[in-house]
């Protein structure tokens, strides 16, 4: 269910990054090779849906309660099984339905430092190409937007996969590497 809604919304355009990036730049990132942001955008979200339906699959976690410890670095999820999973994370924002605002997780109070390192490498990737949907502390976009600066994020971090963790308010955007199933 969670895959078809991301699929569909992978055929949606989206209104804000379109706006912002409405003409191909190649820049020159990291150690002077050249980068089509558009392409690198178009990828990240590709290879987000890839990663995130093998991990559907593999994992299972449409169902799964959820929790973070930001003092281990650790989210655990809870399948209905009995199994249970962990995995490093890193935050990397929160969305809130009601008012459309995603903030970025290097400046939001409740993510404490050592959970903001992706967030932060996607902001100096932002600055490096003049890019302020990903140096910006808050904008106001749709769900699917926020997935793709999630999308993104995963990418230049090279994290594994990404998670969307429904609170009773925001919706947290997370960064996943190496995930541990233990039955």
């Given at each position: 269910m969670l895959l078809d809604w991301v699929n569909e919304l992978a055929m949606k355009a989206p209104p804000l990054l379109a706006r912002v990036r409405s003409q191909s730049r190649a820049l020159a990132p990291w150690q002077g090779e050249v980068v089509d942001v558009d392409r690198f955008w178009a990828d990240a979200w590709r290879e987000m849906n890839v990663r995130q339906q093998r991990?559907?699959?593999?994992?299972m976690l449409a169902h799964a309660h959820w929790s973070v410890d930001q003092d281990q670095g650790l989210i655990h999820f809870e399948r209905q099984d009995g199994a249970t999973l962990s995995a490093p994370v890193q935050i990397i924002g929160a969305w809130?339905?009601?008012?459309?605002?995603?903030?970025?997780?290097?400046?939001?109070?409740?993510v404490q430092t050592r959970l903001r390192a992706d967030a932060e490498r996607t902001r100096w990737f932002g600055e490096k190409h003049g890019l302020p949907e990903l140096t910006d502390r808050s904008l106001v976009i749709s769900e699917q937007e926020a997935w793709r600066l999630t999308a993104v994020a995963m990418k230049v971090n090279a994290a594994q996969g990404v998670y969307r963790g429904p609170t009773e308010g925001p919706?947290?955007?997370?960064?996943?590497?190496?995930?541990?199933?233990?039955?």
């Open positions: 991990l559907a699959r593999r994992l809130n339905p009601d008012t459309h605002a995603f903030t970025w997780a290097w400046d939001h109070p409740s919706i947290v955007f997370m960064t996943l590497r190496d995930l541990k199933v233990q039955f």
